[in-house]
């Protein structure tokens, strides 16, 4: 059994900056750096959304509204995946969920579909202009 538990969210004004982690335990940690890792967010009353991933190459993705604002890394040694949030906006006020998928890989509809997604518990992350 994968679990994931987030951790570094947090209030703070506009320009701000937060960074998050994700810890994976269980089942994941013998293969950490076979899984896509990824992070999403969801704001009251929207849809889940992708915000930053990486895959088991290491090669990045992100949503266009968090491009050059925002980076993902991981530390295959702690089994941690990182986001660096900066130049925070009002509008990156949702509650931030860590996924881990070992098949398949993207910032949309097929991690969030996918029966084998793991989700963490989400850490929560408001921003005040």
């Known amino acids: 059994q994968v679990q994931l538990m987030e951790s570094g969210g947090g209030s703070v004004q506009a320009g701000g900056s937060l960074r998050l982690s994700c810890q994976a335990s269980g089942d994941i940690s013998s293969g950490y750096g076979d899984y896509c890792m990824a992070w999403f967010r969801q704001a009251p009353g929207k849809e889940r959304e992708g915000v930053a991933g990486i895959d088991w190459n290491g090669k990045t993705g992100y949503a266009h509204s968090v491009k050059g604002r925002f980076t993902v890394s991981k530390d295959n040694a702690k089994n941690t995946l990182y986001l660096q949030m900066n130049s925070l906006k009002p509008e990156d006020t949702a509650m931030y969920y860590c996924?881990?998928?070992?098949?398949?890989?993207?910032?949309?509809?097929?991690?969030?579909?996918?029966?084998?997604?793991?989700w963490g518990q989400g850490t929560q992350v408001t921003v005040s202009s």
């Open positions: 996924a881990a998928n070992s098949l398949v890989c993207d910032l949309g509809t097929i991690l969030l579909s996918s029966p084998l997604t793991k």
